[in-house]
Nanobody, 125 residues
Framework: QVQLVESGGGLVQAGGSLRLSCAASGRTFSFSNYAMAWFRQAPGKEREFVAAISGSGGTTYYADSVKGRFTDSRDNAKNTVYLQMNSLKPEDTAVYYC????????????????WGQGTQVTVSA
């Protein structure tokens, strides 16, 4: 089992920045074996892919809507993944979830086995 805890959400004005963190833990857990991803869900909308990063951190994927504004990174020594969000827009308002799966990095939510509880990001106009 892997436990994921997100933090760093909040209220920010459009054009501002936030950094989300996701701390992972578990028994007999090797964080570098896990691909990590961020998804978000806005009210009345389906959950959508935001970013993903491979276990080594060497490969990242981004949704077109956040490319160039968001940066996904990880610190395997701290069992933590980060999502730096710059130039935030009101349409970025959502609950942001981190997710984990062994080995392969994907962009599909259904392929991730472990999920955090989510953290709210609200961007005001």
């Amino acid at each position: 089992q892997v436990q994921l805890v997100e933090s760093g959400g909040g209220l920010v004005q459009a054009g501002g920045s936030l950094r989300l963190s996701c701390a992972a833990s578990g028994r007999t857990f090797s964080f570098s074996n896990y691909a990590m991803a961020w998804f978000r869900q806005a009210p009345g909308k389906e959950r959508e892919f935001v970013a993903a990063i491979s276990g080594s951190g060497g490969t990242t994927y981004y949704a077109d809507s956040v490319k160039g504004r968001f940066t996904d990174s990880r610190d395997n020594a701290k069992n933590t993944v980060y999502l730096q969000m710059n130039s935030l827009k009101p349409e970025d308002t959502a609950v942001y979830y981190c997710a984990a799966r062994l080995f392969a990095t994907t962009t599909q939510a259904g392929t991730y086995n472990y999920w955090g509880q989510g953290t709210q990001v609200t961007v005001s106009a």
